[in-house]
Nanobody, 119 residues
Framework: VQLQASGGGLVQAGGSLRLSCAAS????????VGWFRQAPGKERELVAA????????YYADSVKGRFTISTDNAKNTMFLQMNSLKPEDTAVYYC?????????????WGQGTLVTVLQ
């Protein structure tokens, strides 16, 4: 599966952005999917994920209540709705997919989209 992320940009603190990730090849229903981010000087972290069945969700503590992950299998697209953004959310965000557990290693990656949150 090939992944293409989009939707990043510059936003004021407290604002919102919605990231999208379009997939080509096999459909999302065949994979668990997730959003990762990597801030300058920091390790990449899993922000949100959905299991292959769609029945289980994961959110990092730092984004709970503010970010929402979703998929539209008919359009082969996944989303990350980000509300109440904070400067510490500034990072390159990557979408990813895996045939395995949504909390384990991911095999397929999008190219990343930069989110910058201003004070």
């Amino acid at each position: 599966v090939q992944l293409q992320a989009s939707g990043g940009g510059l936003v004021q603190a407290g604002g919102s952005l919605r990231l999208s990730c379009a997939a080509s090849g096999r459909t999302f229903s065949s994979y668990a999917v997730g959003w990762f981010r990597q801030a300058p000087g920091k390790e990449r972290e899993l922000v949100a994920a959905i299991s292959r069945s769609g029945g289980s969700l994961y959110y990092a503590d730092s984004v709970k209540g503010r970010f929402t992950i979703s998929t539209d299998n008919a359009k082969n697209t996944m989303f990350l709705q980000m509300n109440s953004l904070k400067p510490e959310d500034t990072a390159v965000y990557y979408c990813a997919a895996t045939r395995g557990s949504y909390l384990a290693k991911y095999e397929y990656w999008g190219q990343g989209t930069l989110v910058t949150v201003l004070q």
